[in-house]
């Protein structure tokens, strides 16, 4: 194995899957931890119900929406995560 992909494998966190569908990214419990964006398209017709549901839900964003999203679909996420880090501030 060269020693660039070796640098880069190393750098993956663990993922384990269970046989539940639950999948867990070990980098995700701390709070304090480099954020990543996520770009995705999607239809304006889905835009617009989510705004219609934060505007409904104060407090809710399109981030913790997401994430709530992911949990319910199994992936192991803090729950500090599930707060919108701007009020914290």
């Known amino acids: 194995m ?10 993956v966190p663990p993922a384990v899957v269970t046989e539940e569908n639950h ?4 980098s995700v419990r701390n709070i304090k ?3 990543e964006r ?20 104060p407090g809710e964003t399109e981030k913790t929406l997401l994430l709530k999203g ?3 679909l199994g992936f192991k ?8 880090a701007r009020g914290k501030r």
Do not use: F, G, N, W
Request: glycine fraction near 0%; proline fraction near 2%; charged fraction near 35%.
């Open 2 to 11: 060269s020693k660039k992909l070796d640098t880069i494998i190393r750098k």
């Open 23 to 26: 999948y867990e990214i070990q």
């Open 33 to 35: 931890e480099k954020q």
């Open 38 to 57: 996520v770009v995705a398209v999607i239809p304006a017709s889905l835009k617009k119900q989510i705004k219609l549901y934060l505007m409904d839900h």
């Open 70 to 72: 992911l949990l319910a």
């Open 77 to 84: 996420i803090e729950k500090d995560h599930l707060i919108d």
